[in-house]
């Protein structure tokens, strides 16, 4: 091969797509992800395609298994497959293996929960002066599916709504550990 076929060859492959799956609030974790944290799909180096589609397998919890969104929480501990359709159809698969939930709140990664409840409200922010959550985002029915992970506050949880993907602070008493 000569040498400007191999440079045209390494060109095209260092500007590949490629699609890459990380924990949001962890700082970029990529390893040692588990059942209930919510995670991101991003696509390097796609030459200005837009993403059309992310499909995930199985289906994330509360969220429809394809759609425009680039989050997702898996469900369950084993294999989790994401394929990324880009905007000229051509498509972008990565798998990754997934551990088991994590079952308490305040580790180092997102515990799956429901809301027990009546109706727990999802606030934007806590007041420490005044010790209160302020900022109501939206109300939380009981037995809502939820991701909890840092304390922030005695007795509140930065909590993630699963179905919507927003993110706030809760009550801890209101939601307990377990997909």
Do not use: N
């Amino acid at each position: 091969m000569s040498p400007r076929l191999l440079g045209a060859a390494v060109a095209i492959l260092a500007a590949a797509p490629s699609l890459s799956l990380h924990a949001i609030f962890t700082g970029g974790q990529t390893t040692g992800l588990r059942a209930g944290q919510v995670l991101h799909a991003t696509v390097r180096d796609g030459g200005g395609q837009g993403i059309r589609s992310v499909c995930w397998e199985p289906a994330p919890i509360d969220r429809p298994a394809c759609g425009p969104a680039r989050t997702g929480a898996p469900a369950r501990a084993g294999v989790q497959r994401v394929v990324v359709t880009l905007s000229d159809a051509s498509t972008l698969t990565r798998s990754v293996r997934i551990g088991r939930p994590a079952r308490r709140f305040g580790g180092r990664t997102m515990a799956p929960a429901r809301i027990t409840c009546a109706r727990a409200g999802l606030y934007r922010d806590y007041d420490r002066r005044r010790r209160r959550s302020t900022g109501l985002i939206r109300r939380l029915p009981r037995g809502t599916r939820v991701g909890v992970s840092d304390r922030v506050a005695p007795g509140r949880v930065f909590t993630w709504h699963y179905a919507t993907a927003q993110g706030g602070v809760a009550l801890e008493r209101c939601a307990r550990p377990g997909l």
